[in-house]
Nanobody
């Protein structure tokens, strides 16, 4: 069973950047696809980005984050990252990483695609 711990959240001004990390333990990290989701106050949790086992395949939420966010992973360090640039107040949310044991070419874009979740890290962007 995989345990996930997010870090790197914080308070940042609009236009700033943050790098979130997701540290995994308890499983062979390279067997798990990783996704990032976020949940703003009063809203449903939404997909942000996902990455395949090797990192060769990535997927991003259309329009809202594409071009500003970059997902990556380091299988040797059992860690995934979400690099967030040009942050805007509407990016304020709790960000969660998620994992699922997967096939090499698959990335999930919905919550139901994942069965392991971290506790989340708060990102607050001020105007």
């Amino acid at each position: 069973q995989v345990q996930l711990v997010e870090s790197g959240g914080g308070l940042v001004q609009a236009g700033g950047s943050l790098r979130l990390s997701c540290a995994a333990s308890g499983g062979t990290f390279s067997n798990y696809a990783i996704g990032w989701f976020r949940q703003a106050p009063g809203k449903e949790r939404e997909f942000v980005a996902a990455i395949s086992l090797s990192g060769r395949i990535t997927s991003y939420a259309a329009d809202s984050v594409k071009g500003r966010f970059t997902i990556s992973r380091d299988n040797a360090k059992n860690t995934a990252h979400l690099e967030m640039n040009s942050l805007q107040p509407e990016d304020t949310a709790v960000y969660f990483c998620a994992a699922v044991r997967s096939s090499p070419m698959r990335v999930g874009r919905t919550m139901n695609d994942y069965n392991y979740w971290g506790q989340g890290t708060q990102v607050t962007v001020t105007s």
